[in-house]
């Protein structure tokens, strides 16, 4: 079945350093790639995402790329701030229907540090 | 901005209970989903409901589990008689648009923890 495989964390950076989540996936069909963030104490929420194969999704500073050659949709930035600690989870949604459901990976801890 | 609101945040139970877990999803979505996420581990799928059915649902959401549509406003799951594996964050989600590229929009989450 469809999978998301993300590093394992924590990332613990200090403020302006570059960022990396790698996010790797399995999946029968054509899915839409999606990084998701959750700050402490509060819901998960889209960051940014990219629904077809070498589009770049953005925001914030975020970026990742679709790459169906090898599978993945690494997160990067550029130089990191302290209010970017938060979990980072990487998700794919793989049908186009009705209650279309998003699978998950584990999520990726980053702390920063100034 | 419209926001998915759960109650309560944080939920106590007894094993063998019954809880119900309530979500507000945003008012003009028509999808809505629960997902849960034990300690440490990923993020999954329990069910989705449309039109005041369930359109599909995991291996995880067994009989002891069943969610409701009230009142047009409120989206609930109740389980039946929790189990101390039940003990997760559950959240609520909800969307506009049937298509994969129309994203999720997430509650805060419930903290379940059964005793």
């Known amino acids: 079945g469809d999978s998301v495989t993300q590093m394992e964390g924590p990332v613990t950076l200090s403020e302006e350093a570059f960022l990396t989540i790698n996010c790797t996936y399995t999946?029968?069909?054509?899915?839409?790639l999606f990084w998701y963030v959750q700050y402490p104490g509060e819901g998960l929420q889209l960051l940014l995402k990219?629904?077809?194969?070498?589009d770049k999704g953005s925001n914030k500073g975020f970026e990742a790329t679709y790459r169906k050659e090898t599978t993945s949709f690494h997160l990067e930035k550029g130089s990191v701030q302290v209010s970017d600690s938060a979990v980072y989870f990487c998700?794919?949604?793989?049908?186009?229907?009705?209650?279309?459901?998003?699978?998950f990976g584990k999520g990726t801890t980053l702390s920063v540090s100034s | 901005e419209p926001e998915v609101t759960q109650t309560p945040s944080h939920q106590v139970t007894q094993m063998g209970q019954e809880v119900i877990l309530r979500c507000v999803p945003i008012?003009?979505?028509?999808?809505f989903y629960w997902y849960r996420q034990i300690l440490g581990q990923k993020v999954e799928f329990l069910v989705s409901?449309?039109?005041?059915?369930?359109?599909?649902k995991s291996e995880i959401f067994d009989d002891q589990f069943s969610v409701e549509r009230p009142d047009g406003s409120n989206f609930t799951l109740k389980i039946r008689s929790t189990k101390l594996e039940d003990s997760a964050m559950y959240f609520c989600?909800?969307?506009?648009?049937?298509?994969?590229?129309?994203?999720?929009?997430f509650g805060n989450g419930t903290r379940l923890t059964v005793t």
């Open positions: 990219a629904t077809k194969a070498d």
């Open positions: 409901f449309y039109n005041n059915e369930i359109s599909e």
């Open positions: 999946a029968t069909g054509y899915p839409s």
């Open positions: 989600a909800s969307k506009w648009q049937a298509d994969n590229n129309s994203p999720l929009h």
């Open positions: 998700a794919l949604s793989d049908r186009s229907q009705a209650g279309t459901a998003l699978i």
């Open positions: 008012s003009n979505h028509l999808y």
